[in-house]
């Protein structure tokens, strides 16, 4: 047992030096895992207090980690309490730190601020009654005037959330369940964190858009470390043995490439029974079939995902970005530019244009940018141009009206596509069905065909809602996707044709 008599502010700031370095007990830990043993108690599944010695996943994230973390897991595998009890103890042994932790209720940010409450109850009395006295403790703040920090909570439905504050520690939980605007909530709390605090955002996941699947899928662009926790790490989560000769070929697998035991497809079995559909989501197994859509998704998921996994980077990227390339043009070959309009302008909505191969229906580039009708007309000239002077298909609902006028008087093209005597494409609620339902076979049959990883995102949040309607999920996009059904329905009635 630790003697902690004759402990002061200087032996804690001393110690928060070598916070994440081999502490000086020669127990070959670091000093925030040894003083985690030492100091901090949890309660486990018996509601026994315990001291907080690190499970398999909670060392692992204590491996890894980085300034900016962002951990997918399954449920109830320990790590909101490994990062509340990590940034406590940053809280108390480096000054000056503001230790802000945001959840998606008010309940349950109150539920991780009592394990917080639980660390500082069980600390040592020479502790808790010399220099971590506090000047304040309630369910929303714990502060320390000695060292001048503080550790307090937050609700992600309050849009003004670490607004006026420097934060040290964020820590961000369940965001895939924030409400509202959580994008916004988000943007907010990075405004406000330190450029040398820690950050850790982590969620299980629900649904294939929204604001923590972007922050997944963006993680390596921004330089953020991930963290994919599936529910075997969890020591607890096992049952009954199943008998070798019941396996079906996905156990199988799982226990060949994961190493999973008899116990651990038993209690595979009961989550299948018991969670059904959201099995995969509430307990983890991959990080890319976790995000299951929120409603039903239009297209066939597993094809989908599949080819994300295959996709190669564009060879060309311009215009920031927004135009992307992966096959030039052939001499010889024939092409088509297919264009859902928006209202265009830096405010509204994204226009998007798909190159599509007549012959193979290969995608060759696309676009996707807010621009007003002229430019878009412009952009989409310039790339018809480029590739052999293709055919320029133009969704003439709406804003394409203008984009259909420019492309004649301004850009002075010539081959436009033209539907019953009329430029450009209806886009009907008969023919739109039928556009959704031949890219949806195009996905399952000729996968191979995309390139976009833009484009097949889309696909993963276009869903199906109760009343029926099929449209981009809340907070998502779906211009690059109905520009591709638009393209495909075109190639097929020209094909067709012949």
Known sequence: MMDFAGWDVDTLIRLGKQFDQLSEYGDGKTTVVSMAERVLCVRNRLGQMIPLVPNRVQLEFERKK??????????????????AGRFFLKTIMQPGTLTVQVAHTQAAAESIFRIVHRFFDCLPDTLR?????????????????????????????????????TITNLHCSEVARWPGEPSEVLQGLRAAL?????????????????????????????????????????????????????????????????????TQIGFRRQLEGSFRGLAKQEYAEDEHACFLASGNCVFDVASVDMRMQELQAPIDARLGDQL?????????????????????????????????????GLQCAELQAKLDPLELAREV??????????????????????????????????????????????????????????LGSALVETPNVFSSERFLKECRSFVRHENGRTEAQAGEHDDCVMAMAIALAVRGELLGSR
């Not at 040398?196 to 649904?207: C, D, R």
Request: net charge negative.
């Open 66 to 83: 980085g300034r900016r973390n962002i951990v997918l897991k399954a449920r109830q595998i320990g790590i909101s309490t490994w990062v």
């Open 381 to 438: 000239a310039k790339l018809a141009e480029e590739y052999n002077e293709a055919l320029i298909v133009v969704e003439r609902n709406n804003h394409g009206i203008g984009v259909l006028a420019y492309l004649k008087s301004v850009c002075k093209c010539s081959k436009i596509y033209q539907q019953d005597g009329k430029e450009g494409w209806l886009t009907s609620t008969i023919s739109r069905s039928r556009m959704l339902g031949d």
């Open 129 to 165: 009654n010399g220099p971590l006295r506090t000047a304040r403790t309630n369910v929303q703040q714990i502060i320390f005037p000695a060292l001048d920090s503080e550790y307090r909570v937050e609700t992600a439905g309050d849009p003004n959330a670490g607004r006026g504050l």
């Open 324 to 360: 992307r390339i992966w096959y030039p043009p052939v001499a010889g070959m024939k092409y088509l530019v297919a264009v859902d309009p928006a209202g265009g302008g830096s405010e509204g909505d994204y226009s998007a244009a798909q190159v599509v191969d007549m012959k193979t």
């Open 194 to 262: 330190s450029p040398a605090g820690e950050l850790v955002l982590e969620s299980t996941p629900m649904g294939a858009s929204g604001c923590f699947w972007k922050e997944w899928q963006e993680a390596k662009l921004t330089g953020t470390t991930q963290h994919f926790f599936p529910w075997w790490w969890e020591d607890a989560y096992v049952a009954d043995a199943v008998t070798e000769n019941s396996l079906t070929e996905v156990e199988q697998k799982l226990i060949s490439e994961k190493g999973l035991g008899l």
